[in-house]
């Protein structure tokens, strides 16, 4: 249930760290705005640094940060939908267990952010509100990236998974036949999107016409 006077309005909370991916985040905020949800932003340092060396996001304003959203005719209500929190304020609405909202994505996360939420050893907004997203027992995705693992971050997701939450690593199929990036992202993006109970129309499914004709070859006896 949304947090506001709006009860049909679903809250999303999207936390950006500084692992590489950006693109992955800025199509999720994409698609949630489209839906007409509440998205609430908070982006650590890195997480900045990765926007602007990966997507040349300077301020997190509609036009830099969601450019494809900015250009389309919509509802002057996007730049209010996205409410954009400062990850050092640890006083915000997100950092509270009051704020009612649909689930929380730490998309791309990093293993920095991954070892903080873990052991609840979190001191920014976004570990916070992951932390207070997990004790309040609803959704949290934790969209890892990092190759190859170390045991200590297999240990994190571990205690994560055991906690409630859902890892799932940037990690894009490739038996739809991805042509362009965009298709490798919308991949993971439509995951998420399924995990947060959101429809939507991105190419993740594994349709009929995408079945394998594998069965009608004859299979090679070596
Ligand atoms: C260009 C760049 C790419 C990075 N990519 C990753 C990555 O894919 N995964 C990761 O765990 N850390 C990555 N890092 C390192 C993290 O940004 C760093 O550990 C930082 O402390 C993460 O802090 P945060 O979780 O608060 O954003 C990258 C750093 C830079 C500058």
Not at 7 to 33: K, M, N
Not at 182 to 202: Q, S
Request: proline share 6%; aromatic share 4%; charged share 25%.
């Amino acid at each position: 249930m949304p947090h506001d006077s709006t009860p049909q309005r679903r809250t999303f909370v999207v936390g950006i760290s500084g692992a590489s991916g950006a693109v992955y985040a800025t199509r999720l905020l994409e698609q949630l705005l489209r839906t007409g949800a509440e998205v609430h932003l908070v982006v650590s340092e890195y997480g900045k640094r990765l926007l602007f060396d990966e997507l040349n996001v300077r301020k997190l304003d509609l036009d830099e940060l969601l450019p494809a959203l900015a250009a389309e005719p919509r509802a002057d209500d996007v730049d209010q939908r996205l409410v954009r929190h400062p990850n050092k304020d640890v006083g915000a609405v997100i950092a509270s267990g009051s704020f009612l909202h649909d689930g929380m994505v730490v998309v791309p996360c990093s293993s920095t952010s991954l070892g903080a939420i873990a052991t609840g050893a979190g001191s920014n907004l976004l570990t916070r509100a992951a932390m207070v997203t997990l004790k309040e027992r609803r959704p949290l995705i934790i969209c890892h990236r990092e190759s190859p693992l170390n045991l200590i971050d297999i240990e994190n997701m571990r205690t994560l998974t055991l906690a409630g939450a859902t890892i799932a690593p940037t990690n894009p199929g490739f038996y739809l036949h991805p042509r362009t990036v965009d298709d490798l992202v919308d991949f993971m993006v439509g995951k998420i999107l399924d995990l947060l109970r959101v429809e939507h129309d991105l190419q993740t499914r594994w349709a009929d016409h995408h079945q394998s004709k594998y069965d009608q070859i004859s299979p090679d006896p070596n």
